[in-house]
């Protein structure tokens, strides 16, 4: 008998008979047992002439345990053989498993299941689906998503497998498209929660999340994007930067970590990326140099796939210059070659150093896979999963190269990407993948320009978390917020302003990037905005725990934000998108947030516009009566 034991899960192993037997999972906090049924495998492995075969009925012919680690290694078939590792997470709670393949013939393996629970025994289960209206292929789409069985989740640490609950079993699906030898796949991870509820799986699964994840701390960035629009100069960025950093300052603000040179410092006619000398004579040195004068660092963006107004003749002049392809059906360029993504580590290695780099914005990675033979990239499997995986293979390898020259590296992954939480490893934020960078709902005819800009970005929000079930930590994601800027049509009152940018603080982001214009600012809207950027600063500890709540907004749903830590402090945000009355009732309980250390706590107005009766003090499980008027929002804050 083989046992392998967290300080949350147990599970045994034996052989009988040289063949192998994996018993029940015991969840050892929730007191649970899932017992995969008879359609369980270790592993199935899938040939690219049609044959597959699975872990059942195949030899063990050698196991082992030494320091912690259980090892079996299974007869060989079909000119494959497979050993299978188990060991406790590094966090001491979860459990791991990795295959190592091995090949005697130069048959192609097509895919493995890393995983393959049947879950016929199970009491609840829970993964992601189908979903509509993505960017990228929907396949690619849902990439990287952990599943629920009862009290636990499972999940692989790369994020492009395909990890779903299909067909009575919860598999972890892993593309491979070549023979191998001593090849190591993706470790796949189960963890536990303390009950079966979505709510406790979920929150055991982002305490998993933030102990493999980069640090991921509250950062506030200015961004150049809406100030020319890709058409900046040297001066005109030093003019930018100076007057931020000042009214910033004046008005009592948290300092600028990074001060971030949007698109347009490229020269576009160039063969490879290249600084436009004509617009920055001394190659962005001086405005890095400006940057650090502030006590700040520099930050920049660059496209993987070109940009967009000119990825088509970007990926065209790199093509010709023989530093990578043009990929036609993404009208960009191909980002999974493996010559463009060697030279553009280089590329971006040397700029870091030179630049003092502490923030990129990697801004548009692959539209959909490229399946030109020609170019120097695997093609072909289901939905063109060779692609796929390769090009995350080499991107992965990309980020640890970047952070090996600054460790402390802050990289956005914005566009055209997965958004699996599993990312976080390599990246610190991800952009919603369901949004453009400012929109406006139309949920109610008459309403204010304001309204209906917090509606759309609370819409993309429920979209990506709920509709989606994508399983980022809400202060993991990018939302391209705030934007007060001329060019993006959004010019409101003082009052409006404020509304505005409190409720940008209070959904948890760790990234907060100023797309901000000068000219349409005045004195009480600094203010406003330093204000905020203060409060978020002073209560991120709290801000940080941060979960989505309520119905679809473009709906007309009421919603909102909550975060609550574990010692009972808590702020409350909730928003009315709608043009009615609406009473709601709050209960402090678990499905909020809420831990049972929520005792004798007051509440503190942050935004209210309204009378509402905030006195006496509130405990767990007890209830709060509120009506919200049309449009109305407010932030409470709740302390001992």
């Not at 993505?134 to 790369?158: H, K, M, N, R, T």
């Not at 993948?433 to 139309?442: L, Y």
Request: hydrophobic residues 35%.
């Amino acid at each position: 008998m083989f046992k392998l034991e967290s300080k949350r899960l147990k599970r045994e192993f034996k052989i009988a008979n040289n063949t192998f037997y994996a018993s029940q999972i015991h969840n050892k906090i929730s007191d649970m047992n899932f017992v995969p049924d008879g359609n369980s495998s270790e592993f199935v492995i899938y040939l690219e002439d049609g044959t597959q075969f699975s872990s059942k009925r195949l030899p063990v012919v050698s196991s082992s345990e030494e320091n912690g680690r259980l090892s079996f290694t299974f007869a060989e078939n079909k000119g494959v053989s497979v050993t299978v590792d188990y060991w406790v997470h590094a966090d001491g709670n979860s459990l791991c498993k990795q295959l190592t393949i091995n090949q005697s013939d130069d048959m192609v393996i097509n895919a493995v299941l890393l995983e393959n629970f049947g879950i016929v025994n199970s009491k609840t289960h829970f993964g992601v689906g189908k979903i509509e209206g993505s960017e990228i292929p929907e396949y690619q789409a849902v990439l990287g998503q952990p599943f629920f069985i009862d009290s636990l989740f499972f999940g692989c640490e790369f994020p492009a497998t395909d990890n779903r609950i299909r067909h009575g079993r919860g598999q972890v699906r892993y593309f491979i498209g070549k023979n191998v030898h001593n090849f190591k796949c993706p470790v796949t991870v189960m963890g536990a929660a303390s009950d079966n509820t979505l709510f406790e799986v979920k929150k055991a699964f982002f305490e998993y999340i933030d102990f493999i994840s980069l640090k991921r701390e509250l950062r506030f960035n200015y961004n150049s994007w809406f100030e020319g629009m890709g058409k900046i100069n040297e001066e005109q960025i030093k003019s930018l930067f100076t007057e931020v950093r000042e009214q910033l300052t004046q008005h009592g603000a948290p300092k600028i970590d990074s001060f971030v040179v949007d698109d347009g410092w490229q020269k576009n006619k160039a063969k490879f990326w290249e600084i436009n000398t004509k617009a920055f004579p001394n190659e962005l040195k001086d405005i890095s140099a400006l940057a650090g004068n502030f006590g700040g660092s520099f930050g920049l963006w660059l496209s993987p796939r070109g940009g967009y107004k000119y990825s088509n003749k970007m990926g065209k002049k790199i093509q010709s210059g023989n530093n990578g392809y043009f990929d036609a059906e993404s009208n960009a360029v191909c980002v999974g070659s493996r010559k463009y993504i060697d030279l553009l580590g280089e590329f971006l290695s040397d700029k870091i150093r030179e630049l003092s780099i502490s923030y990129l914005k990697l801004d548009g990675f692959s539209l959909s896979p490229c399946k030109n033979e020609k170019h120097d990239h695997m093609t072909g499997g289901e939905n063109d999963m060779y692609f796929t995986t390769e090009m995350w293979h080499s991107w992965i390898a990309l980020f640890e190269k970047l952070r090996s020259v600054n460790s402390d590296l802050f990289i956005n992954m914005t566009c055209y990407v997965n958004p699996s939480p599993w990312w976080l490893q390599w990246v610190n934020s991800i952009w919603l993948q369901n949004s453009a960078d400012i929109g406006f709902a139309e949920n109610i005819e008459e309403q204010s320009r304001l309204d209906a800009e917090l509606t759309y970005r609370d819409s993309r929000y429920y979209d990506c978390i709920i509709r989606r079930s994508s399983a980022l930590p809400l202060n993991a994601i990018y939302n391209h917020e705030p934007i007060y800027a001329r060019a993006a049509g959004t010019e409101y009152s003082d009052q409006e302003f404020a509304k505005y940018i409190f409720w940008n603080v209070i959904r948890g982001q760790a990234l907060n990037e100023l797309y901000i214009s000068p000219e349409i600012m005045n004195n009480a809207k600094w203010a406003s905005l330093a204000s905020a950027m203060s409060f978020l600063k002073n209560n991120y500890h709290i801000l940080k725990n941060a979960t989505f709540i309520g119905g679809n907004p473009e709906e007309n749903n009421i919603y909102g934000y909550v975060s609550f830590t574990e010692d009972g402090e808590g702020i409350v945000a909730l928003r009315n998108p709608t043009d009615e009355n609406t009473p709601l009732t709050l209960t402090f309980n678990k499905l909020m947030g809420v831990s049972e250390n929520f005792q004798n706590t007051r509440c503190q107005a942050i935004y209210l516009t309204s009378q509402l009766d905030t006195g006496g003090f509130f405990s767990y499980n007890e209830k709060l009566d509120i009506t919200l008027h049309p449009f109305e929002l407010m932030i409470l804050k709740f302390t001992k």
